[in-house]
């Protein structure tokens, strides 16, 4: 099971500007319907002219570790100097082999899964790749504990290399995404020389795999990849790659405008975003945007009273008025969501837009009447969101701000934070009865944005999910035809016949309101005149490969 975590990914829309929150002032008003690595701090300075490109960010890695990277800041840079069994192209969501030679053969039980493997492959250390390497490193990725170790060791019974360069992986259970699964940036082989299995036998510091790039040097505020000259592959388009840390979007900005890197990607915030765009427009630079895979939400805990009923969270579903939510909230940058599983997906349905609609407020207000509520006695909904996310605040109040205004006092809603620490510890004890919350995938299947929000490993229609995925995201869901539905997504190998299973699980959630799906975020990044090459992937990796001037 995909458990519910903050991780950093969450950082690159926590940073948005808290300036913003000014906006919230207007709502009412205005609302209308090992190699020699070198580990060092300091600055490594923007290219003149030597082939190589500088990228400025404000991310920064916790870790290198690719067992143990769990953050966009680590896994964009595991990703880019590595390889994975299966990657994705540029833009799209479909598998493709990338070590491995073909697809997978999988048994009629759906259990077994053979990979041919690609030879003539060598590790940044110039030790072979084969099959026994590949088992290695993920028999390491579950054994050594690390932030992601859950993804393969909840799934995953062994993995054997049962010839030269071919993988054998014995599941615990069917798991039609797996292939989606072994595109996760961190099940990537390492060297069996540079690694050791163990619990927490990490090494942050380094990083040998197969990629494109070798790691040359890892500083607290800035990193150097070179071109690694044996890669199997095709090489980079560039020389090399800067990586320069900026402390803050403001220094990103800035960096970027003054010419200091070449392109600048995450975090920006949204009024900074907008100059670049704008500016964009008239020649200066180029603005490149991308549809991501981040999905934000609201949910509804099915396990507080009035929400037990269904008319009450049909009535909220109603009165979301997403377009205005994308304008006022996020500037634009998002795209309105109406399913759980996200339009980059093509199993998406657009369902809540053909039942609920945007700001229905007649619909809702007919809800709530049939279940007893008035103006004189109105729905009062505590409204929580963490701390550090200024992007949900403004949400929370825009949705507070549109209900007084336009509900008539059948609706209104009370606004708490707390710490984020604090939020999502309580979130899966039924602390709050609704809660802005994001959710970043950890592979791009739409097995991801289902399986860990609905699903339900002990509960019952009368008290709600007491343990499982539903739980842990705080909507207490419980409905044992959707976790039949799950699991047959789950060993369904046909793509239409599993196509078919998504669309009965989105229309089982558009009647039951378990959660309110609210934006899908885009992806920004900035790049000087002259650069070309420039791709985002939809799992937010900027991928350094193609990039050159």
């Known amino acids: 099971m995909t458990r519910f975590s903050l991780s950093a990914r969450q950082w690159s829309q926590i940073s948005k500007s808290i300036c913003l929150l000014c906006l919230c002032l207007l709502l009412v008003v205005s609302c209308s319907k090992s190699p020699q690595v070198t580990t060092t701090s300091g600055a490594v300075n923007a290219s003149t002219g030597d082939g190589r490109i500088s990228v400025g960010t404000t991310l920064n890695p916790r870790t290198l570790d690719p067992a143990d990277a769990y953050e966009l800041a680590s896994l964009g840079l595991v990703y880019n100097m590595s390889d994975r069994l ?19 053969k999988v048994s009629q039980d759906g259990l077994t899964y053979t990979i041919s493997l690609r030879q003539g492959v060598v590790f940044h250390d110039g030790t072979p790749f084969d099959a026994k390497a590949m088992a290695f490193s993920l028999e390491r990725f579950i054994k050594n504990g690390g ?44 060297s069996p020389k540079a690694y050791e299995i163990g619990a927490e036998k990490f090494k942050p510091n380094i990083f040998i795999s197969t990629g494109p790039y070798k790691l040359a040097r890892y500083g607290t505020d800035s990193l150097q990849f070179d ?89 909220v579903a ?32 657009p369902l809540f837009k053909e039942k609920y609609g945007d700001g229905n407020l007649d619909k809702a207000k007919q809800l709530l009447t049939s279940v007893g ?24 109040q825009l949705v507070k701000a549109y209900a007084d205004k336009y509900m008539d006092g059948m609706l209104q809603f009370e606004i708490n934070v707390v710490d984020s620490a604090t939020f999502f510890k309580n979130i899966s004890k039924s602390f709050y009865p609704t809660a802005f919350v994001d959710w970043y995938p950890d592979f791009l299947d739409a097995d991801n944005y289902i399986q860990p929000f609905l699903s339900c490993d002990q509960g019952s229609d009368e008290k709600g999910c007491k343990q499982g ?45 378990p959660y309110v799906p609210l934006w899908q975020n885009k992806d920004y990044v900035f790049a000087r005149k002259g650069v070309r090459g420039v791709q985002l992937n939809p799992n937010q990796i900027l991928i350094y490969q193609a990039i050159k001037k």
């Open 469 to 513: 995925g539903s739980q842990s995201q705080g909507s207490f869901y419980y409905n044992e035809t959707m976790n039949k539905l799950i699991g047959n997504q789950r060993q369904e190998q046909n793509p239409e016949a599993r196509k078919k299973i998504f669309a009965d699980i989105q229309a089982q959630i558009v009647t039951d309101v």
């Open 318 to 349: 109603a009165m979301i008025d997403r377009p205005l939510m994308n304008e006022r909230v996020l500037l634009g940058q998002a795209s309105p969501l109406y399913s759980m599983v996200p339009k980059t997906l093509e199993v998406s349905l």
């Open 227 to 315: 071109v690694f000259d044996k890669y199997w592959g095709e090489k980079p388009a560039n020389k090399g790659i800067n990586l320069q840390i900026l402390s803050s979007p403001a220094n990103l900005y800035n960096s970027f405008r003054t010419g200091a890197v070449d392109v600048a990607y995450l975090s920006l915030e949204p009024d900074q975003i907008r100059s670049l765009e704008e500016s964009a427009q008239k020649g200066a630079w180029q603005a490149i945007s991308a549809q991501g895979s981040v999905v934000s939400y609201l949910v509804l805990n099915r396990n507080q009273k009035p929400l037990d009923k269904p008319e009450v969270r049909q009535a």
């Open 373 to 396: 509520f008035s103006k004189e006695n109105p729905l009062k909904l505590q409204v929580w969101y963490p701390s550090t996310s200024p992007t949900r605040s403004l949400a929370a």
């Open 147 to 190: 932030k992601p170790s859950f993804l393969l060791a909840d799934v995953v019974a062994s993995a054997k290399a049962t010839s030269e360069y071919e993988l054998t992986v014995q599941l615990k259970k069917p798991f039609a995404a797996f292939p989606s699964l072994l595109a996760f940036p961190g099940v990537c082989p390492v």
């Open 86 to 104: 299966y990657t994705y192209e540029p833009g799209s969501t479909e598998v493709k082999p990338q070590l491995a030679t073909a697809l997978p």
